[in-house]
């Protein structure tokens, strides 16, 4: 019979191995031969080896393990550090709460079991999925890179091949594109990954248009209903543009003010995607005004008058209108039995309708109705000084131009029924209308028929000569007096009158503006008694 004993810790090594024991019995006395008992001790194994474990939430969780003796068997007891039943498996940790779990093991070697040793397992924090929003580009637009909300982006290919860095979608090719990303904490465990759907949209088409025709606004043109050019363009959220490319705020309104084309330019927007634009061109035709042979047409009063004339295009029609407003197709042929009403001639209109259906501007032919005319003067109040001129106020009645003389020799003529004209009395003057004519003969003086114009005559004096008598060649000087108003510029001269033939004067070179006027006597004056004047 064999005896086997474990050490335990405070067993000496050497008393780990064989021994025997022996023993006897005693019966009345007498002892029994011994017999021996061997007894084994065997060696109690240490605490396996472990180390610590670290793995991110919801991961795989690593199977645990401890460094054992040769042939030594493991004893998991879970979180158990004393009791509880062993099991030769490795417990499989928990991955989905973040945390710190220590578990227990033990070696049993040659049936003995030693001490148990720990391990601490702890499961780190794993990040959500990165905030993603679905993008969208236009074709063959210019792309942006993608963005998501989280720390330490990774960004995958739909087939979850990683990427070098954040992706920039491709929008050559029409359809979508599908990434994604995940994010990873400062602790090293990468979250899952979010799925990122990138669309590129085609562009649409060009809107559909319609070409527009309006006439160019005239005086006689009938109302047209120019509207918005909505209407002439079909598509989706449509863009107007003028041709220097500036964006409308709404679709424009052409202006039909003068005539061409005018050409906008617009677009159809399908999901933000704007497409090519497409081109409205806007016609305003016009019609040129009639051609006149003849803006102008004097008559005398109850002269026979004859149709006036126009020329339009061809296939036109013509339409008049007389000086009270009626409008008439049919040409019309001027009274005569009345002077005009207006000054210059009472207006004709003329336009035409163009094949197109458009109204030209108007054209005018003003016909003047005259009479032989009459002429009435006015001159200016108050009165004028010698020397100075005077205006003199010509008025005419009927149509010119006008013909006219008047006393003191004054002639001419005038487009103007009122003119005036400058005149140079040589004292109280009364004018007269001598004549006065225009197309249609010789008319009669007006009212009224004179004009009178009052004019201040000042005088000079001279006084006593210092010497009565002077030799040709010494200085004169001419005391004076002077009564009344002079010019403004007025200078006085010395004019010398002989005694013996009055007619005989001689001017001095020698002026003032005041008294004493002073020259030299020429030398080539006659030797005979003169007198100064």
């Not at 670290?54 to 979180?79: D, K, S």
């Not at 120019?226 to 543009?241: E, K, P």
């Not at 004018?431 to 004179?450: D, E, F, K, R, W």
Request: net charge neutral; aromatic share 6%; glycine share 10%.
């Amino acid at each position: 019979m064999w005896v086997k004993q474990c050490n335990r810790p405070s067993t000496s090594a050497s008393a780990i191995g064989s021994i025997t024991y022996y023993v006897t019995q005693t019966v009345n006395g007498c002892e029994s031969p011994r017999t021996g008992i061997p007894v084994q001790v065997k060696d109690t194994p240490d605490a396996p080896g472990t180390s610590g474990i670290e793995f991110c939430q919801n991961y795989t969780a690593p199977v645990l393990t401890a460094t054992l003796v040769n042939n030594a068997t493991p004893n998991w007891y879970g979180t158990s550090q004393s009791g509880g039943s062993p099991s030769g498996s490795a417990p499989t940790p928990l991955n989905s709460a973040v945390g710190i779990t220590v578990y227990y093991v033990s070696q049993t070697l040659s049936g003995c079991e030693g001490p148990r040793a720990s391990l601490t397992v702890r499961v780190k924090s794993t990040p959500g999925t990165p905030g993603v929003n679905p993008v969208s580009f236009c074709n063959n637009s210019q792309a942006q890179p993608l963005t998501a909300n989280g720390t330490n982006l990774k960004w995958y290919d739909t087939s979850d091949n990683l990427l070098g860095g954040t992706p920039t979608p491709n929008t050559n090719t029409v359809g979508n594109q599908t990434y994604k990303v995940s994010q990873t904490s400062s602790e090293g465990c990468e979250g899952p990954k979010a799925v990122l759907t990138v669309v590129i949209n085609a562009l649409p088409s060009q809107p559909s248009v319609s070409p527009v025709t309006y006439c160019q606004i005239q005086q006689d043109q009938p109302a047209q209903n120019v509207t918005s050019l909505a209407s002439n363009a079909s598509g989706q959220a449509l863009r107007w543009y003028n041709t220097d490319g500036n964006q409308f705020p709404n679709a424009p309104i052409p202006s039909i003010d003068k005539a061409g084309t005018q050409t906008y330019h617009v677009s159809q927007t399908v999901n933000n995607c704007e497409g090519p634009k497409a081109d409205i061109v806007v016609t305003v035709n016009t019609v040129s005004a009639p051609t006149t042979p003849k803006p102008l047409v004097v008559y005398c009063v109850n002269d026979k008058a004859s149709p006036l004339e126009a020329v339009g295009e061809t296939g036109s029609q013509l339409k008049w209108i007389d000086p009270y407003g009626r409008v008439s197709s049919d040409t019309p042929t001027p009274p005569t039995l009345n002077t005009n009403v207006q000054p210059g001639g009472d207006p004709f209109y003329v336009y035409q309708i163009g094949t197109n259906g458009c109204y030209s501007p108007r054209a005018t032919i003003k016909v003047v109705v005259t009479s032989p005319p009459t002429l009435a003067l006015a001159a200016p109040t108050g009165t004028v000084n010698l020397g100075q001129r005077a205006p003199l106020q010509l008025k005419f009645t009927s149509s010119g131009p006008f013909s006219y003389t008047l006393t003191g020799g004054y002639t001419g003529t005038s487009l103007k029924t009122d003119t005036t004209i400058s005149v140079l009395p040589r004292g109280n003057t009364i004018y007269q209308v001598v004549t006065v004519s225009n197309g249609c003969g010789v008319g009669l003086p007006g009212n009224p028929a004179t004009a009178q114009i009052n004019v201040i005559v000042p005088t000079v004096s001279t006084s006593s000569l210092a010497a009565t008598t002077l030799c040709a060649g010494t200085s004169l000087s001419v005391p004076f007096t002077t009564n009344g108003q002079f010019n403004s510029g007025n200078i006085f001269r010395i004019e010398m009158v002989s005694s013996a033939d009055t007619s005989k004067k001689y001017a001095i070179a020698a002026t003032a503006t005041s008294s004493p006027v002073t020259g030299i006597l020429p030398l080539t004056l006659p030797g005979e008694d003169i007198l100064s004047g």
